[in-house]
C-alpha cells in the first residue's frame, strides 16, 4: 500500500480489536477446557479458521493462496504453533487467564535471544539488559505462593518457546512469502494434523447447541484476529504497532476479572507491566537498528 493510503489510528484500532478476539479466544477455550479434551478445542479452532480462509480466500487468490517456495519450512512453522495452541491451552486450563498470558508474552525476550544463534542478528548490551528484566518480571508472575502451578509454568514457558521458534520462521519467510498463503498454512497443517488424532483423544462428552456453538466460536475468533493483525500491519508499520501487542495482557485481565473472577495481585501486576516494559524497550531497540545492507531481517 503506498505510504500516502497508509490510516496509522486505523491501523492500531484494527490491531487492538485483533487482541480482544486473540484474548476473547484465550478465555472461551479456558472456560471449555474444563469439560473437552484440549486437542479437540484446538481442532475446531484451527478447522474452523482453514474453512473461512476457503470460503473467503480461495475463490479469488485459488492456486495463490496454497503456492509457496519453501513447503517444508511453511509446514514446521504450522506445527509449532500447533504447539503453541496445545501447551498455551494447558497452561490456561491450571492456571489464572491474565498472569499466563503474561508468561506467554517473554517470547519477545526469547526472540531476542535465538535471533542471534538463527539470525546472525547480533544481540548487544541493550537487548541484554531487556531481556535480563523481562525474566525478572516473569519471575514475580511466577513466583511461589503467586497463582501459578509448576505444571502450568512448564507448560506456558514451553509454549512461549514454540511461539518464540515461529515468530523466527515467520521473519525467515515474511520477505518471499505471501502473508495469506503463510495464514493458510497453519490453518490447514493444523486442521490435517489434529484431524488424524482426533480419534485418539476425543472419548466425549458430546457438546450441547450452546457448547458447539462456542467451539465454533474458537475459529472465528482466532481467523479473525489474524485478519485484523494482518490488516493493521498494511495500514501501519510495525514500528507503531508492536508496541501495541501489549494491549492483549489489558484485555486478558479484564476477562479474566469478568468472567472467572481472578484479578492479579500487586505483585504480579507490577511483574506484567515489567514484561511489558521489556518487551517494548527491545522493539524500540530493533527499531534503532538499521537493517543489512545486503540482506533484510527476514
Given amino acids: 500500500m503506498p505510504e500516502a493510503e497508509k490510516h496509522p489510528l486505523y491501523g492500531v484500532v484494527l490491531i487492538l480489536f485483533a487482541l480482544f478476539f486473540f484474548a476473547a479466544l484465550d478465555a472461551t477455550a479456558k472456560h471449555l477446557a474444563q469439560t473437552f479434551a484440549l486437542p479437540l478445542l484446538v481442532w475446531a479452532r484451527y478447522t474452523f479458521h482453514c474453512l473461512l480462509m476457503v470460503i473467503f480466500l480461495a475463490p ?11 513447503p517444508y519450512t511453511q509446514v514446521f512453522r504450522a506445527l509449532m504453533l500447533v504447539g503453541v495452541s496445545l501447551l498455551s491451552l494447558a497452561a ?27 539470525l546472525g542478528e547480533k544481540v548487544g548490551l541493550k537487548r541484554w539488559l531487556a531481556v535480563l528484566a523481562g525474566f525478572i518480571g516473569a519471575l514475580l508472575v511466577a513466583r511461589p505462593g503467586g497463582a501459578m502451578t509448576g505444571l502450568g509454568l512448564v507448560f506456558a514457558l514451553a509454549a512461549a518457546l514454540c511461539y518464540s521458534i515461529y515468530q523466527i520462521q515467520t521473519r525467515q519467510l515474511s520477505t518471499s512469502e505471501n502473508t495469506f498463503t503463510m495464514l493458510f498454512y497453519t490453518a490447514l497443517t493444523g486442521t490435517v494434523v489434529l484431524t488424524l488424532a482426533l480419534p485418539w483423544f ?17 475459529g472465528v475468533y482466532g481467523g479473525t484476529g489474524h485478519y485484523l493483525l494482518t490488516r493493521a500491519f498494511r495500514h501501519a ?19 479474566g476479572w469478568l468472567v472467572f473472577g481472578q ?22 531497540i530493533e527499531r534503532a537498528i538499521p537493517p543489512p545492507p545486503s540482506r533484510g531481517r527476514g
Fill in 60 to 70: 479469488s487468490m485459488r492456486l495463490k493462496l496454497v503456492k509457496t517456495g519453501k
Fill in 237 to 255: 508499520p510495525a514500528s507503531t504497532l508492536s508496541p501495541m501487542m501489549y494491549a492483549q495482557l489489558i484485555w486478558a485481565t479484564l476477562l
Fill in 202 to 218: 476425543w472419548r466425549g462428552p458430546w457438546p450441547s447447541p450452546v457448547q458447539a456453538l462456542q467451539i465454533a466460536s474458537l
Fill in 263 to 284: 484479578l492479579p495481585d500487586g505483585v504480579s501486576m507490577f511483574g506484567m507491566a515489567v514484561i511489558a516494559g521489556s518487551g517494548l524497550a527491545i522493539a524500540l
Fill in 92 to 118: 490456561f486450563r491450571l492456571m489464572p487467564l491474565a498472569e499466563t498470558t503474561a508468561i506467554l508474552f517473554v517470547t519477545p525476550l526469547l526472540v531476542a535471544l535465538l535471533s542471534g544463534p538463527m
